[in-house]
């Protein structure tokens, strides 16, 4: 069991993420700043922490020298999050964390560094952050809509539509590549809206995808990461 603490707007990035937050070999600990990274941790031990370099209490070079001093608490891979300017990733290198990222978080550079800082292999399901434009055949008919974080199992679909859990649909869409994309789709699960303005979000898995079109969402993730 992989123990992960993340600061609780942060994990916020990964909640459309299922294939990697709901894995049974992991348990999800969040925090409001560093105090609570430490605390957290010296009771859990964790395997991977993901902390801010600046919160109101404890600054990311403090957090980790306690860390890296403490014999019962130094086996930890540190992750640190940073504005992306000269100064804040020359403190990141200083400060003996295992690596660092840079806001704003971007999806899949996220789930890459978790997986190499926690040494598992990334499920094929990796989903990769996107915007395109899918028509859509369902028993009621055909309508558009919008599809983002494919993987080569699936997508979040987001539409005007009403559909059900278990609605089978055919889609067809162009990747970024301009490769054209047909497979028939399940609804596998439906999102809440957030704002009443949100369109609907389901998550759809792939039926039958060919073996072309698996190769081609493959080498598009591959490129994107």
Same mark, same amino acid.
């Given at each position: %069991?992989?123990?992960?603490?993340?600061?609780? /707007?942060?994990?916020?990035?990964?909640?459309?993420?299922q #294939? !990697?937050l709901?894995?049974?070999?992991?348990?999800? !600990?969040?925090?409001?700043?560093?105090?609570?990274? @430490? *605390?957290?941790?010296? &009771?859990?031990?964790a395997d991977?922490?993901?902390a801010?370099?600046?919160? =109101?209490? %404890?600054?990311g $070079?403090?957090?980790?020298?306690?860390?890296? /001093?403490?014999?019962?608490?130094c086996?930890?891979?540190?992750l640190?999050? #940073?504005?992306?300017?000269? +100064?804040?990733?020359?403190? #990141?290198?200083?400060?003996?964390?295992?690596?660092?990222?840079t806001?704003p978080?971007n999806?899949?550079? @996220?789930?890459? $560094?978790?997986h190499? @800082?926690?040494?598992?292999? =990334?499920?094929?399901a990796l989903?990769?952050p %996107?915007?395109i434009k899918?028509h859509?055949?369902s028993?009621?008919? =055909?309508?558009?809509?919008?599809?983002e974080n494919?993987?080569?199992?699936? %997508?979040?679909?987001?539409?005007e539509t009403?559909l059900? /859990?278990?609605d089978?649909?055919t #889609?067809?869409?162009?990747? =970024?590549?301009? +490769?054209?994309i +047909?497979?028939n *789709?399940?609804?596998?699960?439906?999102?809440?809206?957030?704002? $009443?303005?949100? +369109?609907?979000?389901?998550?759809?898995?792939?039926?039958d995808?060919? *073996?072309g079109?698996?190769? *081609?969402?493959?080498? !598009?993730?591959?490129?994107? &990461?």
């Open positions: %069991m992989k123990k992960i603490i993340i600061p609780q /707007d942060i994990k916020a990035f990964l909640e459309k993420e #294939c !990697f709901d894995r049974s070999d992991m348990t999800i !600990f969040t925090t409001s700043d560093n105090e609570e990274v @430490l *605390a957290l941790h010296r &009771i859990e031990k991977l922490i993901i801010k370099l600046d919160t =109101p209490r %404890m600054n $070079e403090s957090l980790c020298s306690l860390i890296r /001093d403490d014999k019962k608490l086996r930890v891979s540190i640190i999050v #940073c504005s992306g300017t000269k +100064t804040e990733t020359e403190r #990141c290198l200083q400060c003996r964390a295992n690596s660092y990222i806001t978080i999806n899949a550079t @996220l789930l890459v $560094e978790i190499q @800082l926690l040494n598992i292999a =990334p499920r094929k989903r990769i %996107m915007s899918i859509v055949t028993k009621g008919g =055909p309508f558009t809509g919008y599809g494919i993987s080569v199992s699936g %997508m979040l679909l987001h539409t009403l059900a /859990d278990g089978t649909l #889609c067809s869409f162009y990747l =970024p590549d301009s +490769t054209h +047909t497979t *789709a399940e609804v596998m699960r439906l999102l809440e809206r957030t704002t $009443e303005h949100d +369109t609907n979000g389901y998550g759809i898995k792939f039926i995808l060919s *073996a079109f698996h190769s *081609a969402i493959e080498r !598009f993730i591959g490129k994107r &990461i």
